[in-house]
């Protein structure tokens, strides 16, 4: 029997999975035995529109359009949770599976603290996640420094960190270091992210830690949750999934990985944090960056903490309508309603028609909250800062002042000896 905890690797003996998954086909075959058990009602997956730049997001209910869905597009940088809360209701009455990346996985929390989703209904197969592309970047990435032409490729993949790509007529890696620092690679929030293996999902699956003969066969299975648990032990008592216990020097590697990549995100932090520059600099690029909003609320439709009916931003009396440039208010009403909460996805700048940082601004204010109240979003369904005081620390904060007021010592506070 499965249980919470283990690690595994899994592979899939169906045929037509095997030959488009990523791996071993665990994913796409966890999600064949949930739909043909009738464990969940829908599967919501990304799967390749009109070519590897084009992530789309499908709803599957016949198990045997699954197969067509398998395989990692790195280009996918789109976000799930949303859409479920808007198109499917939020999971309220139907039960549904999803894959999910550390950001996807993140949005979803965010949402149900919210009554947004139904966190009940949903299952969550996460995959690791060391980063994503945009589309538009990526095609001229492969264009300048490969000299290949975007339309020519079959397969990209993020291996070993390289960027690869297969083209008609060969293949070529360039280090992803190398190409970031030529302004290319990872989207920006991608770099800061230390979300990389979803283990508040109810599985965890990835590459890293697979070595051997099992390697690039097999899915590394880190089991979450006791749903996860009973998905695993459904698809290999039907057949459709084989496992073997994880080497063990797969799982060393695979934590060594994973510290490097946490590591790489610090590092990624500090170098984007500090080009925000200080003080009234900070504040001067701040405005003059969003000065350029043209008021499309694309940011905010995307974003998995705005969740409200009517947005403060729509209010007239704190933005005056048809006026641009837009008041600094509008930016000002998003950092102060979403920063505590903020994910890092990246959506509301991947989205920006006005290419502003939005993701940079509020995921450097997010993380000072952070340090500041202890609250990590995203990962448990702790509420968020301001919809859950507690007396006894808000008196602490008070004393940590060693002042009666908050005026003093907010930034640096006093310990009492
Ligand atoms: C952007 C991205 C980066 C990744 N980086 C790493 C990494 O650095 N290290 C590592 O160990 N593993 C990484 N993975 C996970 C790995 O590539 C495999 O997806 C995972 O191990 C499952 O393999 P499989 O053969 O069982 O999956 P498959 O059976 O092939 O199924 C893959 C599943 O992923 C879904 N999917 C594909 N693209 C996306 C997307 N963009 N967003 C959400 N879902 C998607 C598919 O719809 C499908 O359900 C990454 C995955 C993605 C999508
Ligand atoms: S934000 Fe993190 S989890 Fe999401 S796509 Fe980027 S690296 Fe992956
Ligand atoms: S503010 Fe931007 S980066 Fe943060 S959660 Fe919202 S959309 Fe994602
Ligand atoms: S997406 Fe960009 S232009 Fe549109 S409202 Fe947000 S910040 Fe303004």
């Known amino acids: 029997m499965t249980k919470k905890g283990e690690m595994l690797y899994a592979w899939t003996n169906d045929a037509e999975i095997q030959k488009k998954a990523e791996l071993g086909g665990a994913v796409t075959a966890l999600w064949k035995y949930a739909l043909e058990s009738k464990m969940v009602d829908a599967v919501l997956v990304v799967t390749k529109g ?18 067509k869905t398998a395989g990692s597009l790195h280009c996918g940088t789109l976000l799930l949770p949303k859409l479920v809360k808007k198109y499917l209701d ?3 009455d139907k039960k549904i599976g999803v894959t999910v990346k550390g ?79 030529a302004g290319f ?28 003969e099992k390697a690039g066969k097999a899915t590394f299975v880190e089991v979450c949750s006791e749903k996860g648990a009973n998905l695993m032990a459904g698809a290999i008592k039907k057949g459709i999934l084989e496992t073997a216990p994880a080497n063990p020097k797969g799982l060393e590697i695979r934590a060594k990985i994973e510290g490097a990549m946490l590591k790489l995100g610090d590092k990624w932090r500090k170098h984007d944090f500090e080009a925000l520059g200080e003080g009234k600099d ?17 940011c905010i439709d995307q974003c998995p903490i705005c969740y409200c009916v009517d947005c403060t931003t729509k209010n007239p009396a704190y933005v005056a309508p048809g006026e641009l440039p837009v008041s600094f208010m509008f930016h000002l ?26 993701a940079l601004f509020m995921h450097a ?40 007021m908050i005026y003093e010592n907010v930034f640096n506070p006093f310990v009492k000896k």
Request: charged share 30%; net charge negative.
């Open 282 to 298: 900070r504040l001067q690029k701040i405005m003059a960056e969003t000065s350029r909003c043209i008021k499309c609320y694309g």
């Open 103 to 181: 950001c996807d996985m993140m949005g979803f929390y965010e949402l149900a603290k919210r009554k947004q989703i139904n966190l009940d209904n949903i299952i969550m197969i996460g995959v690791n996640c060391g980063g994503s592309v945009s589309p538009v970047i990526a095609r001229k990435m492969i264009a300048e420094k490969y000299g290949v032409d975007p339309e020519k490729v079959h397969k990209e993949e993020i291996d070993k960190g390289q960027f690869i790509i297969e083209f008609e007529g060969g293949h070529k890696g360039i280090s992803v270091d190398e190409l970031e620092e």
């Open 365 to 404: 204010q997010q993380v000072e909250l952070e340090k500041m109240f202890g609250h990590v979003p995203g990962v448990s369904m702790e509420l968020p800062l301001l919809a859950f005081a507690e007396e006894k620390t808000e008196r602490g904060r008070l004393h940590n002042t060693g002042s009666d």
């Open 185 to 212: 690679g990872r989207r920006s929030n991608c770099r800061r992210c230390k979300l990389k293996i979803p283990r508040q999902a109810d599985l965890a699956c990835g590459n890293w830690g697979v070595i051997g």
């Open 50 to 67: 009109v070519d590897l730049y084009d992530a789309k997001p499908v709803i599957v209910t016949d198990p045997k359009d699954l197969a």
């Open 333 to 358: 009403i998003r950092y102060a309603h979403i920063a505590d909460s903020c994910v890092n996805c990246g959506q509301c700048e991947e989205v920006c028609p006005a290419e502003i940082p939005n």
């Open 90 to 92: 939020g999971a309220e």
